[in-house]
């Protein structure tokens, strides 16, 4: 696969603290790519960054061939965002929030189309402020993408939803890549990050201090010596929960 993102020495410096301290990385077409850390590990500065919105001290960034500190604006059409907490004005039917997006990037789509891809069809002439987290969270990835980007990104879109939302939103994360764009994401689940990502990187204090599927960062786990209590199970608490409760989404996700 072909790199789209490209990131060389990145770093970032807030007075007395190097919030990000030289990182680099590369991000493939099509790639889910997890960027995990502690509070305060730089992993938020570090996309905001790469998503222009905050200036780089020093290093480079480059999506698709283009230098982030040199076209922002250019970048700006190259990448979609979904922020941790989106917001939406109030009073606005789905479809013309949609509709807005899109013109936003002078793009005229019909936005059945995108509502259906994410199953909020049937919400289509409802208000945004009636939703649920879930449905704002659905919402919010379909309007980052009405514009056709290369790169998605994404800081921590499952915080505080169900767990069939949370499924549900995996599935549709799925097939983002699977379309071909690449995803950049923060998660504080682990299970998520081992599910969703092909390669991760692990920060700490400014720095990446591993990159690696996450198959492979746990064999080098092992490899070292690491061993805690075997125990195997086939499915844990959140499987027995969407058994009885079923995997459907229902109103009010």
């Known amino acids: 696969m072909s790199v789209m993102v490209e990131v060389k020495d990145l770093k970032k410096r807030y007075g007395e603290k190097q919030a990000v301290d030289g990182v680099s990385f590369s991000v493939k077409k099509g790639e889910i790519f997890g960027i995990l850390g502690p509070n305060g590990a730089g992993k938020t500065t570090t996309l ?31 990448i979609g965002v979904q922020p941790q907490s989106p917001a939406f004005q109030d009073k606005t039917r789905l479809s013309e929030v949609i509709e807005l ?15 259906r891809d994410v199953e909020l069809e049937d ?11 879930g449905q704002k969270q659905r919402l919010s990835i379909t309007t980052a993408l009405v514009h056709g980007p290369k790169v998605f990104f994404l800081d921590e879109p499952t915080t505080g939803l169900d767990p069939q939302a949370r499924r549900h ?77 079923g995997k459907e989404l229902r109103d009010g996700q």
């Open 48 to 78: 905001e960054m790469m998503e222009t919105l905050r200036p780089i001290d020093s290093g480079e960034v480059t999506i698709d061939g283009v230098d982030v500190k040199k076209d922002a604006q250019k970048i700006k059409y190259l």
């Open 101 to 115: 997006f899109a013109a936003a990037y002078g793009e005229k789509v019909d936005p059945m189309e995108f509502l």
């Open 123 to 133: 919400k289509a002439n409802s208000y945004v402020e009636n939703l649920s987290g």
């Open 169 to 245: 939103l995996w599935e549709l994360i799925k097939k983002v890549r699977d379309k071909g764009i690449s995803v950049i994401m923060t998660t504080h689940y682990m299970d998520e990050a081992e599910i969703l990502c092909d390669r991760i990187a692990i920060m700490d204090n400014g720095k990446i201090v591993a990159i690696d599927t996450p198959k492979n960062l746990i064999k080098q786990l092992i490899g070292r010596g690491f061993k805690k209590k075997q125990q195997v199970e086939q499915a844990n608490l959140e499987d027995v929960f969407i058994d009885l409760t």
